[in-house]
């Protein structure tokens, strides 16, 4: 498939090839896509969270009251759950909430997000993402032209100094390098947008894992 690569100021550069097997899959599979979305939210859980269990609270262990003839019922601990400043029943400790999901599932999934942006014409190809100044209000000005308000932007190798630095304070637009793709940032913006060198990275990647 092909598609018009255009420059930042919206002159168009002529058209770029686009492979089908990346970018050209008809049949979009939404199970896949939340998968892997799923699984890269669980990874990055931090799992800290934790409460003190029974043998690590410091309340005192010993016998509160005899056994019978109290007429109450029989407790051992001041430690039990349902005394005030016991311990928490089944809490949550600390664990890892992340879990495993095939390489080429992960592949396929990130395959399934670009084309959904190609088929939903929500795919902007630029020829190349520098400017000369580190200008906020300029670089949204840029954006506003090609139509991107809510976007992520893979620019290429590595991000242009200046574009990087104008680019964190707009809202909603995420620029990152060819190593930062991934489903869910895809997903969770309007527009795609990709330098050339970019699709080249993405496509070579993709033939790199077909070819082994």
Same mark, same amino acid.
């Given at each position: ?108 999934? @990130? #395959? ?6 190609? /088929? !939903? ?8 993402? $520098?400017? &000369? =100044? ?52 895809? @997903? #969770? ?6 330098? /050339? !060198? ?8 993709? $033939?790199? &894992? =077909?070819?082994?």
């Amino acid at each position: 498939m092909k598609i018009e690569v255009t420059k930042l100021d919206g002159k168009s550069a002529g058209q770029i090839e686009l492979s089908d097997a990346v970018f050209g899959i008809e049949e979009i599979r939404a199970d896949i896509l939340s998968r892997m979305v799923n699984w890269q939210l669980a990874k990055r859980r931090a799992g800290t969270h934790k409460v003190q269990t029974r043998n690590e609270n410091s309340r005192t262990g010993k016998k509160m009251y005899k056994q019978k003839g109290t007429g109450g019922a029989r407790h051992g601990s001041r430690r039990a759950p349902q005394f005030v400043g016991g311990s928490r029943a089944f809490g949550p400790v600390v664990r890892d909430h992340g879990f495993d999901l095939p390489k080429k599932v992960r592949a396929l999934a @990130l #395959r399934h997000a670009l084309s959904s942006k190609a /088929k !939903a014409g929500d795919l902007i190809v630029v020829d190349s993402l $520098s400017v &000369k =100044e580190a200008k906020t209000a300029a670089l949204r000005e840029t954006f506003g032209k090609l139509g991107v308000t809510n976007a992520l932007v893979i620019a290429g190798p590595e991000v242009d100094a200046n574009v990087g630095l104008a680019a964190r304070n707009i809202p909603l637009v995420d620029v990152l390098p060819n190593a930062g793709l991934n489903v869910y940032d895809v @997903l #969770r913006r309007q527009k795609l947008v990709l330098t /050339k !060198a970019a699709v080249e990275a993405i496509e070579a990647r993709f $033939s790199e &894992k =077909e070819a082994a």
